[in-house]
């Protein structure tokens, strides 16, 4: 019997709904079980994410303008944005806050509300060159020609 390997990397996230027996085993081959987090996308790679949701806080999705109502999130929706957006995903801010350069999330019953990235964003975001846009910040400091 041949076993075949693929080098494909894919991340699905399921609701655990009750422990398994063999837990080792469980954990072997479905890793260890995750509790969502939302983090702000910092300019500066080496800088620290601010905490914009914590899982108690995750709750409302909004199906975009098409749509005047919010649903609870459900773990089909966390599946398409890693699948289709690398796990970016759009959360409702406080636009004041955000002018005074916070991300202060609004929330509605004490949950965000979180909705597909926006096309402008996404469309110009290319992961394969976004590290290539702060190649020389870590340099900045590095000046070797100070006197």
Excluded: C
Excluded at 4 to 29: C, H, Q, W
Excluded at 40 to 49: E, G, L, R, V
């Amino acid at each position: 019997m041949i076993k075949l390997k693929t080098m494909i990397e894919y991340y699905e996230v399921f609701e655990l709904k009750e422990i398994p027996r063999d837990r080792e085993s469980f954990l072997l081959v479905n890793g260890w079980p995750v509790a969502p987090f939302i983090f702000s996308i910092t300019a500066n790679p080496d800088a620290f994410a601010d905490p914009l949701a914590h899982p108690g806080q995750i709750g409302w999705w909004d199906d975009g303008p098409e749509s005047d109502e919010l649903r609870d999130i459900s773990i089909k929706e966390y599946n398409y944005i890693l699948e289709n957006y690398d796990g970016h995903i759009d959360i409702e801010i406080d636009d004041n806050m955000f002018e005074d350069g916070l991300a202060e999330p609004i929330l509605y019953n004490d949950k965000v509300t979180l909705r597909e990235p926006m096309e402008e964003y996404y469309d110009d975001y290319d992961e394969d060159t976004a590290p290539d846009d702060y190649e020389d910040w870590d340099d900045m400091d590095d000046d070797n020609n100070r006197e």
